[in-house]
């Protein structure tokens, strides 16, 4: 593995650009490396391992059992790279994938404040998932952050929220990071689920998939340890932070009763769903996903898109874990080289079949997971109007129902016309599932009915400086000079 550390380093033509070093990424440049293919990868991170193994050669947090076995694991997946010729690009971030004029790709990076269009004939976008947006009131105090913030400050510079501690929301990672954050030493004041006790009842169907999965132990073991040790409340149906200046409690309902639960730090969680705002402005198809409750791309069962060339792999296609995402990488590569001819059709099916025998036991059981976490509805499209949806623009719930419902706006784009949500530096990113659901709920139509943000690049601030220097295109001196 070779780390470039400037702009200037990066060749000019790569056969293959992965974008994302966690563990999709990380497996799909070791394995097309192996193949002989000339491999860059791109990752905004400074160290690689995404956000599952974030940090996993530089984290200060030395005692293995605080963030448990698994989190070592990725430790593999980056020593399989070592050995290899990929060119590996910390920090560096990918704000465009476009077609260019020969039938591969131009992609735009930024790495130290310096931009760069770069040749690639392949893309594996291996972007990852990000966590839902969790609208509730109060949610922009100081003192709020997502779980997922509060476990990137552990992992890479071993930090834990000071002061009481409150965590809510729902699915298996708010038992993982309870557990880490409460062995770190967080003083964890209580536990809010806010998951429906109906959906048991749905998920029951997919349970004897789950009772064989890989993931029945490792939930049971996580469970036991944090409900053994942690104050939690089921059954919770609202929230709201309070406070002036800073958050200094959580308003819980449970069972139609509300009481304010005193803390100086509220980590909000429900699970997380595909990135797909590179996808999405490369113009990659996608559709919604019922059971997920998110919007997807649409790939075929080697990972590829609706545009030849370039992949999507790992959770950035589908929420799946982290072993999962590995293996999908994994088939992704193997693909691009049956593209180059590396590979025959019967060789990669061939070097495939194990790959996708481990996949098949990765996943199961994950459809029980998905059945039984779905958030509720109240935290998908918040009921309060004062809730801000749009953090960047500061577009509230109430303001997007009255313009879905007083002015007949259909669909997020129109409505970004409106209320400018979704043009942030976010891009839409933290906006756009709770902006969907509210104009759906307003018109009383489906998600898939009303659709998603047209995203156009770039997908990531970079400065009007970096654009400047660019170099012009061919066509663009043509269009000056006419």
């Avoid at 791109?42 to 030395?62: F, H, K, L, M």
């Avoid at 038992?175 to 029951?204: E, H, K």
């Avoid at 819980?252 to 009763?257: F, L, M, N």
């Avoid at 769903?273 to 080697?302: E, K, M, R, Y």
Wanted: charged share 15%.
């Amino acid at each position: 593995m070779i780390t470039l550390t400037a702009i200037d380093q990066i060749a000019e033509h790569y056969d293959i650009a992965v974008v994302g070093a966690g563990p999709t990424g990380l497996a799909a440049a070791a394995r097309a490396a192996e193949l002989g293919l000339s491999v860059l990868l791109a990752d905004e991170n400074p160290s690689p391992g995404g956000q599952i193994y974030r940090a996993i050669t530089t984290t200060p947090v030395t005692q293995r059992g605080v963030l448990g076995e698994d989190y070592w694991k990725g430790g593999a997946l980056v020593d399989r790279l070592w050995p290899t010729n990929t060119a590996y690009a910390p920090g560096c971030t990918v704000w465009s994938v476009a077609p260019d004029e020969v039938g591969g790709f131009e992609l735009g990076l930024s790495l130290g404040g310096q931009a760069r269009l770069v040749a690639t004939d392949q893309v594996i976008l291996a972007t990852g998932a990000q966590e839902r947006p969790f609208p509730i009131p109060g949610w922009t105090l100081p003192g709020v952050m997502t779980a997922g913030a509060a476990q990137i400050a552990l992992k890479a510079s071993g930090l834990v929220p000071s002061g009481r501690t409150v965590i809510a929301g729902c699915g298996p990672l708010l038992y993982l990071l309870a557990g880490q954050l409460a062995a770190a030493g967080a003083n964890i004041v209580a536990v809010l689920d806010t998951m429906p006790r109906r959906n048991w009842l749905s998920a029951l169907a997919a349970l004897p998939d789950f009772l064989r999965s890989p993931y029945l132990a490792k939930g049971l073991k996580l469970m036991a340890a944090a409900r053994g040790k942690l104050p939690f409340r089921t059954g919770v149906t609202a929230l709201a932070a309070e406070g002036s200046g800073k958050v200094t409690g959580v308003s819980v309902t449970r069972g139609g009763r509300t009481k304010t639960i005193a803390c100086d730090a509220l980590l909000l969680h429900q699970g997380v769903i595909p990135g797909i705002n590179l996808s999405n402005a490369a113009g990659c198809a996608q559709h919604f996903d019922h059971v997920q409750l998110c919007w997807t791309p649409t790939v075929d069962d080697w990972f590829a898109s609706s545009i030849p060339g370039i992949a999507i792999a790992g959770d950035g296609a589908g929420i799946g874990g982290a072993e999962s995402a590995a293996l999908r990488g994994e088939l992704a590569s193997l693909d691009a080289a049956r593209r180059f001819g590396r590979l025959t059709p019967v060789q990669r099916d061939e070097m495939a079949g194990p790959t996708r025998i481990a996949l098949a036991r990765s996943l199961r059981g994950r459809r029980f997971l998905d059945l039984l976490y779905r958030p509720a509805g109240a935290f998908l499209a918040p009921p309060a109007d004062e809730t801000i949806v749009c953090r960047c623009e500061e577009v509230t719930a109430g303001q997007i129902r009255d313009t879905a419902s007083r002015l007949g706006v259909t669909g997020p784009n129109q409505m970004k016309a409106f209320l400018r949500c979704g043009m942030g530096p976010c891009q839409g990113r933290l906006c756009g599932p709770t902006v969907v659901e509210l104009i759906a709920q307003a018109h009383g139509l489906s998600p898939t009915e009303v659709g998603y943000y047209r995203l156009r690049p770039p997908v990531k601030p970079i400065t009007l400086a970096e654009l400047a220097a660019l170099p012009p295109t061919e066509a663009a001196v043509k269009a000056v000079v006419r």
